[in-house]
């Protein structure tokens, strides 16, 4: 009855957490029917496929049951919670305007990881934060350290600052790179918290990856949303896209994320918990040309203009250099291969920062130009222009175009070289599975391994099983430097 019992609660994962609150009144003593639907708020029938899984027995109208205490609600939070997530907020980056970043506050952070565990059985599950610059992540598994977490987001310093955080904490959290905008890697979520950019575009993309997130119809999905009450029109919008997605709105909780800012919509949000029907998940897959104005400010915004013609045309004469053939114009992405003959231009205007090092990763071996601004992160100083040709180095070697065509523009063009070595070839099959790649590299580079060796190396170089099982174009930037010098 025992193993009928935990298989009942499996089944419905998350959702098990009002469930297990009857099992704890159930062996707490004789309960009548019409308590335990009210506590579990769930439908009556569901309560008596519990009863029956359980094993309970009837005297009256009251039911009892003897509950392995194991299958009990988890125990309570962490006494000191609060103070754990004011270190983690203390030592946050900087928000970056570009990308929407107000910062949650101390007492959302902490609302936040109570409510999670309040309302969902953590123990187990797997929670998947479409960005995270509010760091409900580390929140949410400092709470329940049972809980596993993925973070995906765009910002390369976030992701290295949870990434470090977590681990130092033993915390089970993983962290991925990715802009929404251009795919996701693969994931699969029991529940998908995001807390997008305001506009009605921003929206439509967040929660279409937040849909793609998912293991299941059964996930949810949590949203922190908000809008001016002197605007309600654009909440009409918002709201319009959450249901073109065939997403349920189940709760609606006003007011209950405070921020550091955003003082146009009163510094605070709503939290929306969302509920997929049958049709989301193909609805999300039509969500795929999102372009790249989805933000409120900055060149991403959707009020932003386009890039200077002449400033293309520069970028196209110094991609072609000295040889005859016209460049071919890529848009921004690196999900998939770039396949190409000849050379490839990119306008990177837009960029936030990580598309150029991503672009770079992801490109094929022919010459390469990127149009970016002049200001780029990774071509303003010397700093940042050696850490970029290390990171690619063995692919291409990069020659820096400051302030061309003018003061706000620069060119970056990569030459490819003839590499050779498991550094050339990890570079090279940036989208292959890292793991197999880099066994094969190593057997391509000493023909004697046999593949068990290899694979042993590999694991000996970079025990992290999950990186090796993803792809490198999907790891935070910090971690594939680390690989590159590891192999």
């Not at 970043?101 to 934060?129: F, I, K, S």
């Not at 990763?361 to 100083?381: E, F, K, Y």
Request: glycine share 8%; proline share 7%.
């Amino acid at each position: 009855m025992a193993d009928s019992l935990a298989t009942f609660l499996t089944d419905r994962g998350v959702h098990s957490r009002p469930l297990r609150h009857v099992l704890t009144l159930l062996s707490a003593g004789p309960r009548p029917l019409d308590v335990l639907v009210r506590t579990a708020a769930v439908p009556r029938r569901t309560v008596e496929e519990l009863l029956a899984a359980a094993g309970a027995t009837r005297d009256d109208d009251s039911w009892s049951a003897e509950v392995d205490p194991a299958l009990l609600a988890a125990l309570p939070t962490p006494a000191d919670l609060r103070d754990t997530l004011a270190g983690y907020l203390a030592g946050v980056p900087a928000p970056q305007r570009a990308l929407d970043h107000v910062q949650a506050d101390l007492d959302t952070m902490v609302r936040r990881a109570e409510w999670l565990d309040e309302t969902y059985y953590l123990p187990g599950a797997h929670l998947v934060c479409v960005g995270d610059h509010d760091l409900t992540a580390l929140a949410a598994c400092t709470a329940r350290p049972e809980l596993s977490a993925t973070v995906v987001d765009l910002d390369e310093a976030l992701l290295e600052y949870i990434d470090t955080t977590a681990k130092a904490r033993g915390l089970n959290i993983r962290c991925l790179h990715a802009d929404f905008r251009f795919g996701l890697p693969p994931l699969e979520a029991d529940l998908v918290f995001t807390d997008p950019p305001y506009t009605p575009e921003g929206m439509r993309l967040f929660l279409a990856r937040a849909v793609e997130s998912l293991r299941s119809p059964d996930g949810r999905i949590v949203v922190a949303y908000g809008y001016s009450e002197r605007n309600p029109a654009l909440g009409l919008k918002v709201q319009q896209e959450v249901l073109r997605l065939g997403l349920v709105f189940e709760a609606v909780l006003p007011g209950f994320n405070r921020y550091l800012g955003a003082q146009a919509v009163g510094s605070a949000s709503d939290l929306y918990v969302l509920q997929p029907t049958a049709r989301s998940a193909k609805l999300a897959e039509s969500v795929r040309d999102a372009g790249t104005a989805i933000y409120t400010h900055g060149p991403q915004s959707v009020e932003a203009a386009g890039t200077d013609p002449a400033a293309v045309a520069t970028l196209l004469r110094l991609t072609r250099g000295d040889g005859a053939e016209q460049p071919e114009t890529r848009h921004p992405g690196w999900s998939e291969p770039v396949r190409a003959t000849k050379p490839v231009a990119y306008d990177l205007t837009a960029d936030p920062g990580p598309w150029l090092a991503r672009t770079l990763l992801a490109g094929p071996p022919v010459r390469v130009g990127a149009l970016v601004g002049n200001n780029h992160p990774d071509i303003a100083d010397q700093r940042g222009q050696v850490a970029l040709r290390d990171l690619v180095d063995g692919k291409y070697r990069l020659t820096f175009h400051r302030s061309t065509p003018d003061g706000k523009h620069a060119v970056v063009i990569a030459e490819p070289v003839d590499g050779d070595g498991v550094r050339a070839e990890l570079l090279r099959r940036a989208h292959g599975k890292l793991g197999n790649v880099w066994r094969e590299a190593l057997i391509k580079a000493d023909p004697d391994l046999t593949k068990r060796e290899a694979k042993q190396r590999v694991a000996d170089l970079w025990p992290d099983e999950a990186d090796l099982g993803s792809r490198l174009i999907d790891l935070p930037r910090h971690r594939i430097t680390a690989i590159l010098r590891a192999r």
